[in-house]
């Protein structure tokens, strides 16, 4: 038996591998309403995107440099509510199960089964 001596140094001690946290999801009214607000800015900030273009244009004063600022937010605002939309998706999915098969006796019939496992009958096609 192999006993191992007890590291000295900071450097010599293994560090611990971070764990990913698993936070629960917001309530479905939060994400909704936080959604419904970033549509009205992203809305807002498409038509003063159109409007300074159009400005731009009337004058002949292109600043290439404010365009893109101004579209990289509204990239981000679009990225933002994808992720809403996913996190509202997985929230009207949560706790929502398929029924499993049964069997005449009530015992869930498991998926490949040819045979219920607690009466025995044969499992029909249905």
Do not use: N
Not at 10 to 30: D, G, K, Q, S, V
Not at 54 to 62: C, G, H, I, L, P
Not at 109 to 115: N, Q, R, S, V
């Amino acid at each position: 038996m192999r006993l191992r001596r007890a590291p000295e140094t900071p450097e010599e001690t293994p560090a611990a591998a971070p764990r990913a946290l698993r936070r629960a999801l917001p309530p479905p009214a939060h994400l909704r309403r936080e959604r419904r607000a970033l549509l009205q800015v992203r809305e807002r900030r498409l038509r003063d995107l159109g409007g300074l273009l159009v400005e731009m244009y009337r004058r002949d004063q292109f600043r290439q440099e404010l365009l893109v600022d101004r579209c990289d937010e509204l990239a981000k605002l679009e990225e933002r509510l994808a992720e809403l939309d996913t996190l509202l998706t997985a929230a009207a999915s949560r706790g929502r199960v398929r029924d499993a098969a049964r069997c005449e006796c009530g015992a869930p019939i498991f998926w490949g089964a040819k045979f219920c496992g607690q009466c025995g009958r044969e499992v029909g096609a249905a």
